[in-house]
């Protein structure tokens, strides 16, 4: 009798383990619980319509910013845009394809801490894709942002 009590009460802890792991990953996604991720550490979201209307202003500094997810690179995750509600989108992205964008982020709310920054000569040229990716063409923009850290926003 002391072991079928024993036993219950093991299924019921895993029962609870399995339902709090559950809602922790409905709640934040797979980049924020990898411990190895850098973490944004700013709290001052940078209103992206001020980053994209005077961006001399942003260049080299590091803010926050957030926005909707309208692409994201077709092969190895190296850029995403972000709906500027304007002409053209900001595209995130490192020039020596430092951090990669997982999939999950395309057509979210993201918030990215990081740097604008302006093309140099040195990210005109092309960068090498992955062996195996899908044929793809990279966006090539005056202004980038420079990503330290995100987050999707649920």
Same mark, same amino acid.
């Given at each position: 009798?002391?072991?079928?009590?024993?036993?219950?009460?093991?299924?019921?802890?895993?029962?609870?383990?399995?339902?709090?792991?559950?809602? @922790?990953? +409905?709640?934040?996604?797979?980049?924020?619980?990898?411990?190895?991720?850098?973490?944004?550490?700013?709290?001052? =979201?940078?209103?992206?319509?001020? =980053?994209?209307?005077?961006?001399?202003?942003? =260049?080299? @500094?590091? =803010?926050?910013?957030?926005?909707?997810?309208?692409?994201?690179?077709?092969?190895?995750?190296?850029?995403?845009?972000?709906?500027? +509600?304007?002409?053209?989108?900001?595209?995130?992205?490192?020039?020596?394809?430092?951090?990669?964008?997982?999939?999950?982020?395309?057509?979210?709310?993201?918030?990215?801490?990081? @740097?604008?920054?302006?093309?140099?000569?040195?990210?005109?040229?092309?960068?090498?894709?992955?062996?195996?990716?899908?044929?793809?063409?990279?966006?090539?923009? +005056?202004?980038?942002?420079?990503? +330290?850290?995100?987050?999707?926003?649920?």
């Amino acid at each position: 009798m002391k072991s079928w009590k024993l036993v219950a009460v093991l299924v019921l802890a895993l029962a609870l383990m399995g339902c709090s792991q559950q809602k @922790k990953s +409905e709640t934040t996604s797979d980049v924020e619980m990898d411990a190895t991720a850098p973490q944004i550490t700013l709290t001052e =979201v940078t209103p992206l319509g001020d =980053v994209v209307t005077s961006p001399d202003q942003f =260049v080299g @500094k590091t =803010v926050l910013i957030e926005g909707h997810v309208t692409g994201r690179c077709g092969g190895s995750g190296c850029w995403v845009s972000l709906d500027t +509600e304007g002409d053209k989108d900001l595209i995130i992205r490192t020039a020596d394809e430092s951090f990669i964008f997982p999939a999950e982020c395309v057509d979210q709310d993201i918030q990215v801490q990081g @740097k604008l920054m302006v093309k140099s000569v040195a990210s005109n040229e092309e960068h090498d894709h992955m062996e195996g990716e899908a044929d793809h063409e990279c966006p090539d923009p +005056e202004y980038y942002f420079h990503p +330290e850290a995100m987050k999707i926003k649920v």
